[in-house]
Structures are given as C-alpha cells and as structure tokens.
C-alpha cells in the first residue's frame, strides 16, 4: 500500500540536501498541493506547508493528485510563515508573486535555495514582499491577459527553471 500524505511528514533535518525547497505558504486547494508534491517526487524538491492549510492531509483529493509518488518525498510541516521564515535564512529565499518585478528567469538560483509561493487566492502578503524586494520573483505574462498561473503550473515553471541552473542534480 502506498504512502499517505500524512505519512511523509519529516522534520526539516531530513530534507536539508534537497537541491530545492518548495514551499506553499496556506495552500487552499488539494490537487494544486498534490501536483506539487509530485513534481517535488519527480525532482527530489523537498516540500514545505506552512500552516493553516485549508485542507487536511489525509484529504482525499490530496492523495489522489500526488497519485503513488508519496513515498517518495519528505513534507515538512511548518505551523506559520514565521516559523518558516525562522528556518530559512532571507537570502536563500525567493518569493513568487505576480506583484514583483523581476523575472524568475534573472534569479541567480543556487542549490538548497527555497521557492515560496502565496495561497492561490491571495498570494504572498504585500509586507513580506516589500521587506525583501530583491528577493521577490514574478513569472512574465501578457498584460491583462490572466492575473495569474495555477499555483502547480507556476510551481512547475520556476522549479525547473532553478532546476536547470543548477544542472539538474541527480535528474535523468
């Protein structure tokens, strides 16, 4: 039988060697963390929640979007973003937002780097934005068009882009 969600709860130890952390600041929608726990699979990205999530981890959805790949990552849980923020020093952490003005294609990503990503329906709070605008990342798109990416898309955009920069480590 295959891993639950809640089972692949780590502590932040186990995943220090990941080449990257993803981290979703109160992810609201289970497949979107599904999708992203099994991108984290496929890459060996570790993956952070930070709290409150607006699921469960044992929710349904949540298995079924990250399919079988469960076992195959760590989740760190954090109970806030100022707990994560405790964990993570500012400078090897981005913060994606359509608000930023820098494109993640500038960003001099290095391994252990984490990617912070916002709840889909409010993204990152402005204040934490304006703190450390050097390190706030936005993904280019037409003007007017959408007001954003589907968190998993926008997820999977700036991973492998980081990915890439780094090499690919230990990728096929």
């Not at 993570?88 to 359509?98: G, V």
Request: net charge positive; with cysteine; charged share 15%.
């Amino acid at each position: 039988m295959s891993a639950q969600p809640s089972d692949r709860v780590v502590a932040l130890t186990a995943v220090r060697a990941a080449p990257l952390h993803v981290v979703l600041v109160e992810p609201q929608i289970p497949p979107n963390t599904g999708n992203v726990a099994r991108l984290c699979a496929a890459t060996g990205c570790a993956l952070h929640l930070v709290e409150p999530l607006g699921f469960r981890l044992d929710d349904r959805a949540l298995k079924r979007a990250g399919l079988d790949y469960w076992d195959a990552l760590g989740v760190v849980v954090h109970p806030s973003l100022a707990a994560f923020a405790a964990a993570f020093a500012p400078e090897r952490t981005w913060l994606l937002s359509t608000r930023a003005a820098r494109s993640y294609a500038d960003a001099p990503f290095a391994r252990g780097d984490a990617l912070v990503f916002g709840p889909e329906t409010a993204g990152l709070p402005q204040a934490l934005l304006d703190a450390q605008p050097d390190r706030a990342l936005r993904i280019p798109m037409r003007p007017g068009a959408v007001r954003s990416l589907n968190l998993s898309t926008a997820v999977g955009v700036v991973a492998y882009a980081a990915l890439a920069r780094l090499g690919f480590p230990d990728l096929a």
